[in-house]
Protein backbone atom coordinates (compact mmCIF):
# COMPACT_ATOMS: atom_id res chain seq x y z
CA UNK A 1 0.00 0.00 0.00
CA UNK A 2 1.73 3.28 -0.87
CA UNK A 3 1.43 6.26 1.61
CA UNK A 4 -1.24 8.77 1.00
CA UNK A 5 0.84 11.93 2.39
CA UNK A 6 4.46 12.87 1.22
CA UNK A 7 7.10 13.79 3.21
CA UNK A 8 6.14 17.69 2.88
CA UNK A 9 2.77 16.76 4.67
CA UNK A 10 5.60 15.72 8.02
CA UNK A 11 4.98 18.46 10.36
CA UNK A 12 1.27 18.42 10.06
CA UNK A 13 0.66 14.55 9.78
CA UNK A 14 3.35 14.28 12.75
CA UNK A 15 1.67 17.18 14.83
CA UNK A 16 -1.97 15.36 14.16
CA UNK A 17 -1.14 11.85 15.08
CA UNK A 18 0.54 12.81 18.34
CA UNK A 19 -2.71 15.00 19.11
CA UNK A 20 -5.43 12.69 17.44
CA UNK A 21 -3.89 9.35 18.12
CA UNK A 22 -2.39 9.09 21.41
CA UNK A 23 -2.86 4.79 20.58
CA UNK A 24 0.04 4.86 17.84
CA UNK A 25 2.64 6.17 20.48
CA UNK A 26 1.44 4.04 23.83
CA UNK A 27 1.78 1.20 20.84
CA UNK A 28 5.29 2.19 19.09
CA UNK A 29 6.72 3.50 22.23
CA UNK A 30 6.34 0.10 24.05
CA UNK A 31 7.57 -1.92 21.42
CA UNK A 32 10.58 0.21 20.60
CA UNK A 33 11.68 0.23 23.91
CA UNK A 34 11.16 -3.20 24.08
CA UNK A 35 13.56 -3.80 20.89
CA UNK A 36 15.66 -1.73 22.17
CA UNK A 37 16.03 -3.12 25.42
CA UNK A 38 16.78 -6.39 23.42
CA UNK A 39 19.49 -5.00 21.03
CA UNK A 40 21.48 -3.89 24.44
CA UNK A 41 21.25 -7.29 25.90
CA UNK A 42 21.92 -8.79 22.67
CA UNK A 43 25.14 -6.77 21.54
CA UNK A 44 26.44 -7.02 25.61
CA UNK A 45 27.45 -10.23 25.07
CA UNK A 46 29.84 -9.75 22.13
CA UNK A 47 32.40 -7.89 21.22
CA UNK A 48 29.91 -5.40 19.46
CA UNK A 49 32.27 -2.34 19.14
CA UNK A 50 34.75 -4.51 17.37
CA UNK A 51 32.13 -5.99 15.29
CA UNK A 52 30.47 -2.67 14.21
CA UNK A 53 34.39 -1.34 12.92
CA UNK A 54 34.44 -4.65 11.29
CA UNK A 55 30.72 -4.04 9.17
CA UNK A 56 31.34 -0.28 8.86
CA UNK A 57 35.01 -0.60 7.31
CA UNK A 58 33.22 -3.41 4.95
CA UNK A 59 30.27 -1.91 3.74
CA UNK A 60 32.76 1.37 2.75
CA UNK A 61 34.86 -0.76 1.02
CA UNK A 62 32.51 -2.37 -0.92
CA UNK A 63 30.80 1.35 -1.60
CA UNK A 64 33.98 2.38 -3.30
CA UNK A 65 34.08 -0.42 -5.00
CA UNK A 66 30.78 -0.84 -5.73
CA UNK A 67 31.05 -1.60 -10.11
CA UNK A 68 33.61 -4.37 -9.45
CA UNK A 69 31.64 -6.16 -6.91
CA UNK A 70 28.45 -5.71 -8.59
CA UNK A 71 29.70 -7.14 -11.95
CA UNK A 72 31.10 -9.82 -10.19
CA UNK A 73 27.82 -10.94 -8.22
CA UNK A 74 25.95 -10.54 -11.72
CA UNK A 75 28.39 -12.92 -13.13
CA UNK A 76 28.03 -15.36 -10.55
CA UNK A 77 24.60 -15.52 -9.93
CA UNK A 78 24.39 -15.68 -14.36
CA UNK A 79 26.76 -18.90 -14.03
CA UNK A 80 24.12 -20.39 -11.71
CA UNK A 81 21.16 -19.88 -14.60
CA UNK A 82 19.30 -17.16 -12.58
CA UNK A 83 18.43 -14.01 -15.00
CA UNK A 84 19.86 -10.76 -13.97
CA UNK A 85 18.48 -7.79 -15.25
CA UNK A 86 19.56 -4.29 -13.61
CA UNK A 87 17.02 -1.44 -13.02
CA UNK A 88 18.05 2.13 -12.96
CA UNK A 89 14.89 3.71 -12.55
CA UNK A 90 11.46 2.23 -10.80
CA UNK A 91 9.90 1.86 -14.16
CA UNK A 92 12.66 -0.43 -15.19
CA UNK A 93 12.35 -2.98 -12.58
CA UNK A 94 8.59 -3.02 -12.89
CA UNK A 95 8.70 -3.88 -16.62
CA UNK A 96 11.14 -6.76 -16.01
CA UNK A 97 8.28 -7.65 -13.38
CA UNK A 98 5.42 -6.84 -15.99
CA UNK A 99 7.35 -9.26 -18.73
CA UNK A 100 7.64 -12.40 -16.33
CA UNK A 101 4.24 -11.95 -15.01
CA UNK A 102 3.22 -12.08 -18.94
CA UNK A 103 5.00 -14.70 -19.87
CA UNK A 104 4.46 -16.76 -16.95
CA UNK A 105 0.16 -15.93 -17.20
CA UNK A 106 0.71 -15.24 -13.41
CA UNK A 107 -2.58 -14.35 -11.43
CA UNK A 108 -1.53 -14.81 -7.97
CA UNK A 109 1.94 -13.90 -6.11
CA UNK A 110 3.11 -14.31 -2.75
CA UNK A 111 5.64 -11.76 -0.92
CA UNK A 112 8.25 -11.38 1.83
CA UNK A 113 8.53 -8.35 3.19
CA UNK A 114 10.49 -6.78 0.94
CA UNK A 115 10.97 -2.80 1.90
CA UNK A 116 12.69 -2.28 -1.62
CA UNK A 117 9.33 -3.82 -3.22
CA UNK A 118 7.74 -1.11 -0.87
CA UNK A 119 10.04 1.77 -2.32
CA UNK A 120 9.25 0.42 -5.66
CA UNK A 121 5.07 -0.11 -5.40
CA UNK A 122 5.36 -3.58 -6.23
CA UNK A 123 1.81 -4.22 -5.18
CA UNK A 124 0.32 -1.63 -6.92
CA UNK A 125 2.11 -2.53 -10.29
CA UNK A 126 0.88 -6.08 -9.83
CA UNK A 127 -2.80 -5.14 -8.96
CA UNK A 128 -2.94 -3.12 -12.41
CA UNK A 129 -1.68 -5.98 -13.86
CA UNK A 130 -4.45 -7.96 -12.25
CA UNK A 131 -2.04 -9.97 -10.16
CA UNK A 132 -3.21 -10.53 -6.38
CA UNK A 133 -0.26 -9.90 -4.42
CA UNK A 134 -0.29 -11.59 -0.75
CA UNK A 135 1.57 -10.09 1.89
CA UNK A 136 3.07 -13.55 3.53
CA UNK A 137 4.89 -11.49 6.94
CA UNK A 138 2.50 -11.46 9.72
CA UNK A 139 3.12 -7.42 10.03
CA UNK A 140 2.65 -6.98 6.72
CA UNK A 141 -0.27 -9.18 6.20
CA UNK A 142 -1.96 -6.81 8.99
CA UNK A 143 -1.16 -3.66 7.06
CA UNK A 144 -2.12 -5.14 3.62
CA UNK A 145 -5.56 -5.75 5.30
CA UNK A 146 -5.76 -2.84 6.79
CA UNK A 147 -4.81 -1.04 3.59
CA UNK A 148 -1.72 0.72 5.29
CA UNK A 149 1.96 1.37 4.40
CA UNK A 150 4.38 -0.07 6.78
CA UNK A 151 5.00 2.33 9.79
CA UNK A 152 8.73 0.28 10.98
CA UNK A 153 11.54 -0.98 8.53
CA UNK A 154 10.96 -4.02 10.85
CA UNK A 155 7.78 -4.02 12.51
CA UNK A 156 5.72 -2.65 9.45
CA UNK A 157 2.44 -2.72 12.08
CA UNK A 158 4.22 -1.05 15.48
CA UNK A 159 1.84 0.77 15.30
CA UNK A 160 -1.26 -0.82 15.72
CA UNK A 161 -2.03 -2.71 19.11
CA UNK A 162 -3.19 -6.33 20.43
CA UNK A 163 -6.29 -5.52 20.32
CA UNK A 164 -6.77 -3.45 16.50
CA UNK A 165 -5.18 -7.40 15.58
CA UNK A 166 -7.89 -8.67 17.53
CA UNK A 167 -10.75 -6.86 15.64
CA UNK A 168 -8.82 -6.90 12.40
CA UNK A 169 -8.85 -10.62 12.05
CA UNK A 170 -12.37 -11.26 13.45
CA UNK A 171 -13.51 -9.58 11.08
CA UNK A 172 -11.41 -10.89 8.33
CA UNK A 173 -10.36 -14.57 9.81
CA UNK A 174 -13.44 -14.68 11.85
CA UNK A 175 -11.37 -15.85 15.00
CA UNK A 176 -13.00 -14.82 18.54
CA UNK A 177 -12.49 -11.06 20.13
CA UNK A 178 -10.76 -12.43 22.61
CA UNK A 179 -8.36 -14.66 20.52
CA UNK A 180 -4.98 -15.43 22.11
CA UNK A 181 -1.73 -13.52 19.81
CA UNK A 182 -0.80 -17.43 19.31
CA UNK A 183 -4.38 -18.19 18.03
CA UNK A 184 -4.17 -15.10 15.77
CA UNK A 185 -0.65 -16.30 14.20
CA UNK A 186 -2.62 -19.94 13.23
CA UNK A 187 -5.37 -18.39 11.75
CA UNK A 188 -3.23 -16.10 9.80
CA UNK A 189 -0.89 -19.04 8.94
CA UNK A 190 -4.07 -21.09 7.66
CA UNK A 191 -5.14 -18.78 5.31
CA UNK A 192 -1.67 -18.37 3.84
CA UNK A 193 -0.76 -21.91 3.11
CA UNK A 194 -3.34 -22.10 0.48
CA UNK A 195 -1.78 -19.19 -1.14
CA UNK A 196 1.22 -20.09 -0.93
CA UNK A 197 0.10 -23.38 -2.94
CA UNK A 198 -2.02 -21.60 -5.44
CA UNK A 199 0.99 -18.66 -6.15
CA UNK A 200 2.85 -18.91 -9.64
CA UNK A 201 5.39 -16.39 -8.37
CA UNK A 202 7.35 -15.75 -5.28
CA UNK A 203 8.76 -11.77 -4.55
CA UNK A 204 11.25 -11.43 -2.16
CA UNK A 205 13.70 -8.93 -1.09
CA UNK A 206 17.31 -9.34 -0.18
CA UNK A 207 19.32 -8.49 3.02
CA UNK A 208 22.60 -9.42 1.29
CA UNK A 209 24.62 -10.03 -1.91
CA UNK A 210 27.43 -12.17 -1.65
CA UNK A 211 29.40 -11.12 -4.71
CA UNK A 212 31.81 -13.89 -5.15
CA UNK A 213 29.22 -16.84 -4.32
CA UNK A 214 26.35 -14.59 -5.85
CA UNK A 215 24.62 -15.74 -3.06
CA UNK A 216 21.16 -13.70 -1.72
CA UNK A 217 21.05 -14.06 2.15
CA UNK A 218 17.60 -13.29 3.62
CA UNK A 219 16.87 -13.27 7.33
CA UNK A 220 13.26 -13.68 8.67
CA UNK A 221 11.65 -15.07 11.98
CA UNK A 222 8.54 -16.64 10.15
CA UNK A 223 9.14 -19.29 7.45
CA UNK A 224 6.97 -17.31 4.94
CA UNK A 225 9.90 -15.77 3.19
CA UNK A 226 11.37 -19.63 3.00
CA UNK A 227 8.25 -20.34 1.44
CA UNK A 228 7.73 -18.01 -0.80
CA UNK A 229 11.09 -18.47 -2.31
CA UNK A 230 11.08 -21.93 -3.10
CA UNK A 231 7.37 -22.71 -3.49
CA UNK A 232 5.65 -21.04 -6.61
CA UNK A 233 7.32 -22.06 -9.79
CA UNK A 234 9.06 -19.10 -10.23
CA UNK A 235 11.07 -16.32 -8.21
CA UNK A 236 11.76 -12.76 -8.04
CA UNK A 237 14.27 -11.23 -5.58
CA UNK A 238 14.53 -7.09 -5.85
CA UNK A 239 17.92 -6.49 -4.30
CA UNK A 240 19.29 -2.98 -4.17
CA UNK A 241 23.02 -2.58 -5.30
CA UNK A 242 24.14 -1.59 -2.12
CA UNK A 243 23.08 -4.75 -0.29
CA UNK A 244 26.29 -6.15 -2.00
CA UNK A 245 29.42 -7.46 0.20
CA UNK A 246 32.47 -9.11 -1.06
CA UNK A 247 32.52 -12.49 0.46
CA UNK A 248 30.37 -15.08 1.17
CA UNK A 249 32.02 -15.43 4.58
CA UNK A 250 31.43 -11.73 5.56
CA UNK A 251 27.29 -12.98 5.15
CA UNK A 252 28.40 -14.81 8.99
CA UNK A 253 29.29 -11.54 10.79
CA UNK A 254 26.42 -9.41 9.11
CA UNK A 255 23.55 -11.95 9.53
CA UNK A 256 24.61 -12.32 13.21
CA UNK A 257 25.02 -7.53 13.92
CA UNK A 258 21.78 -7.51 11.54
CA UNK A 259 19.52 -9.67 13.76
CA UNK A 260 21.12 -8.96 17.11
CA UNK A 261 20.44 -4.73 16.01
CA UNK A 262 17.07 -4.95 14.93
CA UNK A 263 15.51 -8.19 17.33
CA UNK A 264 18.38 -8.64 19.93
CA UNK A 265 18.11 -12.23 18.39
CA UNK A 266 21.58 -13.73 17.99
CA UNK A 267 20.67 -14.52 14.27
CA UNK A 268 17.35 -14.72 12.21
CA UNK A 269 14.96 -17.71 12.94
CA UNK A 270 15.04 -18.71 9.40
CA UNK A 271 18.12 -17.70 7.32
CA UNK A 272 18.28 -18.03 3.38
CA UNK A 273 21.01 -17.91 1.14
CA UNK A 274 19.56 -18.38 -2.18
CA UNK A 275 22.21 -19.00 -5.18
CA UNK A 276 19.92 -19.79 -8.16
CA UNK A 277 16.79 -21.94 -9.28
CA UNK A 278 16.04 -25.21 -8.50
CA UNK A 279 18.32 -27.49 -10.49
CA UNK A 280 18.41 -31.44 -11.31
CA UNK A 281 18.59 -33.68 -8.22
CA UNK A 282 17.10 -30.89 -6.13
CA UNK A 283 13.94 -31.25 -4.34
CA UNK A 284 12.55 -28.08 -4.00
CA UNK A 285 12.96 -24.28 -5.07
CA UNK A 286 12.05 -22.29 -8.18
CA UNK A 287 11.79 -23.63 -11.88
CA UNK A 288 13.02 -20.00 -12.72
CA UNK A 289 15.04 -17.19 -10.82
CA UNK A 290 15.20 -13.77 -11.39
CA UNK A 291 17.51 -10.67 -9.60
CA UNK A 292 16.54 -7.28 -10.30
CA UNK A 293 19.48 -5.16 -9.44
CA UNK A 294 17.85 -1.77 -8.44
CA UNK A 295 19.73 1.62 -8.45
CA UNK A 296 16.42 4.33 -8.11
CA UNK A 297 18.89 7.23 -6.94
CA UNK A 298 21.72 5.07 -4.82
CA UNK A 299 24.49 5.93 -7.16
CA UNK A 300 23.54 9.44 -7.48
CA UNK A 301 23.55 9.22 -3.70
CA UNK A 302 27.00 7.42 -3.84
CA UNK A 303 28.36 10.74 -5.53
CA UNK A 304 27.34 12.54 -2.71
CA UNK A 305 30.06 13.78 -0.77
CA UNK A 306 28.46 12.91 2.83
CA UNK A 307 25.32 11.39 1.75
CA UNK A 308 26.76 8.10 0.82
CA UNK A 309 27.70 7.26 4.34
CA UNK A 310 23.73 6.47 4.43
CA UNK A 311 24.05 3.48 1.42
CA UNK A 312 26.06 1.42 4.68
CA UNK A 313 22.34 0.77 6.10
CA UNK A 314 21.66 -2.70 6.68
CA UNK A 315 17.40 -1.84 7.47
CA UNK A 316 17.56 -2.85 11.02
CA UNK A 317 15.53 -0.46 12.43
CA UNK A 318 17.51 0.17 15.34
CA UNK A 319 18.03 3.92 15.00
CA UNK A 320 14.29 3.99 14.63
CA UNK A 321 14.37 2.38 18.12
CA UNK A 322 16.33 4.66 19.39
CA UNK A 323 14.52 7.84 18.43
CA UNK A 324 12.63 10.05 20.74
CA UNK A 325 10.98 11.52 17.68
CA UNK A 326 9.81 8.29 15.62
CA UNK A 327 8.68 6.85 19.00
CA UNK A 328 6.26 9.69 19.22
CA UNK A 329 4.56 9.27 15.89
CA UNK A 330 5.72 6.40 14.26
CA UNK A 331 6.53 6.10 10.48
CA UNK A 332 3.52 7.30 8.69
CA UNK A 333 4.35 11.27 9.19
CA UNK A 334 7.27 10.72 7.44
CA UNK A 335 5.40 10.00 4.08
CA UNK A 336 7.64 7.88 2.33
CA UNK A 337 8.68 4.10 2.78
CA UNK A 338 11.81 4.99 5.10
CA UNK A 339 11.15 6.37 8.07
CA UNK A 340 12.98 7.85 10.94
CA UNK A 341 16.76 8.75 11.54
CA UNK A 342 17.59 6.53 8.24
CA UNK A 343 14.93 7.83 6.47
CA UNK A 344 15.21 11.75 7.50
CA UNK A 345 19.26 10.68 5.37
CA UNK A 346 17.96 8.31 3.13
CA UNK A 347 14.70 9.90 0.88
CA UNK A 348 16.96 13.42 0.42
CA UNK A 349 19.26 11.10 -1.14
CA UNK A 350 16.65 8.86 -2.90
CA UNK A 351 14.05 10.70 -3.80
CA UNK A 352 15.99 14.28 -3.75
CA UNK A 353 16.05 17.07 -1.36
CA UNK A 354 13.57 19.45 -2.25
CA UNK A 355 11.10 16.40 -2.40
CA UNK A 356 12.12 14.85 1.10
CA UNK A 357 11.63 18.34 2.85
CA UNK A 358 11.45 18.66 5.80
CA UNK A 359 12.40 15.31 6.58
CA UNK A 360 16.01 16.48 7.69
CA UNK A 361 14.22 18.72 10.48
CA UNK A 362 12.79 15.63 12.23
CA UNK A 363 15.25 15.06 14.52
CA UNK A 364 16.84 16.77 17.83
CA UNK A 365 19.86 16.00 16.99
CA UNK A 366 20.16 13.80 20.09
CA UNK A 367 22.83 11.09 18.68
CA UNK A 368 20.57 8.08 19.97
CA UNK A 369 20.75 6.86 16.35
CA UNK A 370 24.28 6.96 15.75
CA UNK A 371 25.05 5.31 19.49
CA UNK A 372 22.45 2.58 17.90
CA UNK A 373 23.64 2.12 14.44
CA UNK A 374 25.57 -1.43 13.75
CA UNK A 375 27.40 0.44 10.73
CA UNK A 376 28.52 3.22 12.14
CA UNK A 377 26.44 5.92 9.90
CA UNK A 378 27.18 9.09 11.24
CA UNK A 379 23.12 10.19 10.93
CA UNK A 380 23.16 13.61 12.87
CA UNK A 381 25.99 14.71 11.28
CA UNK A 382 24.65 13.33 7.59
CA UNK A 383 20.74 14.98 8.98
CA UNK A 384 23.50 18.76 9.37
CA UNK A 385 24.71 18.20 6.09
CA UNK A 386 20.67 17.95 4.47
CA UNK A 387 20.28 20.84 6.35
CA UNK A 388 23.02 22.69 5.22
CA UNK A 389 22.31 21.86 1.53
CA UNK A 390 18.44 22.91 2.15
CA UNK A 391 19.55 26.24 3.48
CA UNK A 392 22.22 26.67 0.38
CA UNK A 393 19.19 25.85 -2.15
CA UNK A 394 16.82 27.72 -0.37
CA UNK A 395 14.80 25.62 1.02
CA UNK A 396 13.85 26.02 4.63
CA UNK A 397 12.14 29.47 5.62
CA UNK A 398 13.66 33.04 4.90
CA UNK A 399 13.02 33.76 8.66
CA UNK A 400 14.90 30.43 9.51
CA UNK A 401 18.14 31.91 8.67
CA UNK A 402 17.46 35.33 9.68
CA UNK A 403 16.79 34.02 12.88
CA UNK A 404 20.25 31.57 13.38
CA UNK A 405 22.57 34.77 11.94
CA UNK A 406 20.57 36.90 15.01
CA UNK A 407 21.05 34.12 17.31
CA UNK A 408 24.81 33.66 16.46
CA UNK A 409 25.29 37.68 16.93
CA UNK A 410 23.78 37.37 20.10
CA UNK A 411 25.38 34.37 21.03
CA UNK A 412 29.02 36.21 20.51
CA UNK A 413 28.72 39.31 22.31
CA UNK A 414 28.20 37.94 25.91
CA UNK A 415 26.23 42.14 26.78
CA UNK A 416 23.96 40.88 24.36
CA UNK A 417 23.37 37.60 25.60
CA UNK A 418 22.94 38.66 28.89
CA UNK A 419 20.22 41.17 28.22
CA UNK A 420 18.30 38.60 25.91
CA UNK A 421 18.48 35.94 28.43
CA UNK A 422 17.02 38.79 31.14
CA UNK A 423 14.25 39.66 28.68
CA UNK A 424 13.31 36.15 27.58
CA UNK A 425 12.97 35.53 31.25
CA UNK A 426 10.85 38.49 32.22
CA UNK A 427 8.81 39.01 29.73
CA UNK A 428 5.69 36.38 28.21
CA UNK A 429 7.55 35.79 25.26
CA UNK A 430 5.61 32.57 23.98
CA UNK A 431 2.47 34.36 23.62
CA UNK A 432 3.75 37.66 22.04
CA UNK A 433 5.02 35.35 19.67
CA UNK A 434 2.03 33.76 18.84
CA UNK A 435 0.91 36.64 17.35
CA UNK A 436 3.65 37.71 15.17
CA UNK A 437 3.42 35.96 11.80
CA UNK A 438 6.79 34.17 11.45
CA UNK A 439 7.19 32.99 14.85
CA UNK A 440 3.87 31.63 15.67
CA UNK A 441 4.72 28.03 13.93
CA UNK A 442 7.89 28.16 15.46
CA UNK A 443 5.98 28.46 18.56
CA UNK A 444 3.50 26.35 17.90
CA UNK A 445 5.22 22.93 17.67
CA UNK A 446 7.63 22.88 20.14
CA UNK A 447 7.49 23.02 23.96
CA UNK A 448 10.18 25.14 26.07
CA UNK A 449 10.44 24.57 29.92
CA UNK A 450 9.69 27.82 31.99
CA UNK A 451 13.39 29.58 32.69
CA UNK A 452 14.84 29.73 36.00
CA UNK A 453 14.72 32.76 37.73
CA UNK A 454 18.20 32.96 38.32
CA UNK A 455 20.51 32.86 35.09
CA UNK A 456 23.40 30.48 34.67
CA UNK A 457 26.17 33.49 35.19
CA UNK A 458 24.04 34.80 38.24
CA UNK A 459 24.64 30.66 39.73
CA UNK A 460 28.04 30.38 38.87
CA UNK A 461 28.94 33.58 40.23
CA UNK A 462 26.74 33.25 43.11
CA UNK A 463 27.97 29.19 43.49
CA UNK A 464 25.94 26.33 41.72
CA UNK A 465 23.32 24.47 44.62
S1 LIG B 1 20.87 3.60 9.79
FE1 LIG B 1 21.96 2.09 11.04
S2 LIG B 1 20.56 1.74 12.78
FE2 LIG B 1 19.33 2.75 11.19
S3 LIG B 1 18.37 1.05 10.06
FE3 LIG B 1 20.29 1.57 8.99
S4 LIG B 1 21.84 0.18 9.85
FE4 LIG B 1 20.09 0.16 11.25
Redesign the pocket.
Known sequence: MSFSTRPSDYREVSARTVRSTPSVRASVGSATRAFETARRNALASVEAEAWRDWARDVKTHTLMHLDRYLAEAADRLAERGVHVHWAPEPDDALRVLSEIVEKHGVRSAVKGKSMLAEELEVNEHLEKLGVEPVETDLGEYIIQLLGEPPSH?VGPAIHRSLEDCRILFHEHLGTPLDAAPDDLAAAARAALRSRFLAAELGISGGNFLAADTGTIALIENEGNIRLSTSVPPVHVAFVGIEKVVPRFEDLAGFLQLTAR?ATGQPIGLYVSLLQGPRSEGEVDGPEEMHVVLVDNGRTRMLADERGWEALR???????LNSCPVYRQTGGHAYGWTYSG??GAILSPGLLGLEAAMPLPYASSLCGA?VE????R?P?PELLVHWRERAVAAGLTPRSEGLGSRALAAVAARPGAYGAAAVALRNTPWRSMARSLPVLNGWVEGREAPTPSPRSFRQQWKEGIE
Open positions: ISCVRCGACPICACPVII
